[in-house]
């Protein structure tokens, strides 16, 4: 009989002690892994948000002083700025530019003339599956042979409820230059405005 207890009670000591083990693991899983996991999953999101914000302002800023010195330069040299009329080959850029997106929609809003330069302005909003998409497309944009300058630009990121994917959505202006030295007018030119404030 002693025999038996002295077994019972060394099975319950290693039954006790893997119950322990168990309980600092599953304590260790919910108290201290899952809540790093998590705060390094934000934190990296967060960080990829804050690198596009980057991105977007260091774009804007170079784009603007290139822009600031070939206006400078030129009077609209035919050789930094495509002729007008551009649009097809500019749409072109973009839906090649955009064929990694999920979706996208694209709205040419107006077009505005100053002399012999042209603003083609237009609005763009797509979906892809993550940050390092979105900048890609908007490096090929702006990196494009075609004058581009990036306007606002927002972001939304979640997750599509319906297949349970993450996406990003990026909402943004902007604007194609063309010049009219070489450029043939056409029905859709728009009155000279430095002639009309002239």
Same mark, same amino acid.
């Given at each position: 009989?002693?025999?038996?207890?002295?077994?019972?009670k060394?099975?319950?000591?290693?039954?006790?002690?893997?119950a322990?083990?168990?309980?600092?693991?599953?304590?260790?899983?919910?108290?201290?892994?899952?809540?790093t996991?998590?705060?390094?999953?934000e934190?990296?999101?967060?960080?990829?948000?804050?690198?596009l914000?980057?991105?977007?302002?260091? @774009?804007?800023?170079?784009? $603007?002083?290139?822009?600031?010195?070939?206006l400078?330069?030129i @009077?609209?040299?035919?050789?930094?700025?495509?002729?007008?009329?551009?649009?097809?080959?500019?749409?072109?850029?973009?839906n090649? +530019? $955009?064929m990694?997106?999920? /979706?996208?929609?694209i709205? &040419?809003t107006?077009?505005?003339?100053? %002399?012999?330069?042209?603003?083609r302005? &237009? /609005?763009?909003? &797509?979906?892809?599956?993550?940050?390092? /998409?979105?900048?890609?497309? $908007?490096t090929?944009?702006t990196a494009s042979?075609?004058? +581009?300058?990036? %306007?606002?630009m927002?972001?939304?990121? @979640?997750?599509?409820?319906?297949?349970?994917?993450?996406?990003?959505?990026?909402?943004?202006t902007?604007?194609?230059?063309?010049?009219?030295? %070489? @450029?043939?007018?056409?029905?859709g030119l728009p009155i000279? /405005?430095?002639?009309?404030? %002239?």
């Amino acid at each position: 009989m002693k025999k038996m207890d002295k077994a019972i009670k060394a099975r319950d000591v290693v039954l006790i002690f893997f119950a322990m083990i168990v309980l600092v693991g599953l304590a260790y899983y919910r108290y201290v892994y899952e809540p790093t996991t998590t705060q390094i999953a934000e934190a990296n999101k967060r960080r990829d948000e804050l690198e596009l914000e980057v991105m977007q302002a260091q @774009g804007k800023v170079s784009q $603007l002083q290139k822009m600031q010195d070939e206006l400078d330069e030129i @009077g609209m040299d035919a050789d930094r700025m495509e002729s007008y009329n551009n649009a097809k080959a500019e749409i072109s850029l973009l839906n090649n +530019c $955009l064929m990694d997106a999920n /979706s996208y929609n694209i709205s &040419f809003t107006n077009l505005t003339r100053n %002399g012999n330069q042209i603003r083609r302005n &237009f /609005s763009l909003d &797509f979906t892809t599956e993550n940050f390092e /998409s979105a900048r890609r497309i $908007l490096t090929k944009l702006t990196a494009s042979q075609y004058r +581009c300058l990036l %306007g606002d630009m927002s972001y939304t990121n @979640g997750v599509d409820s319906s297949t349970g994917e993450s996406f990003v959505n990026i909402s943004l202006t902007a604007t194609f230059y063309e010049t009219m030295v %070489g @450029g043939t007018p056409d029905a859709g030119l728009p009155i000279d /405005s430095s002639v009309v404030a %002239g």
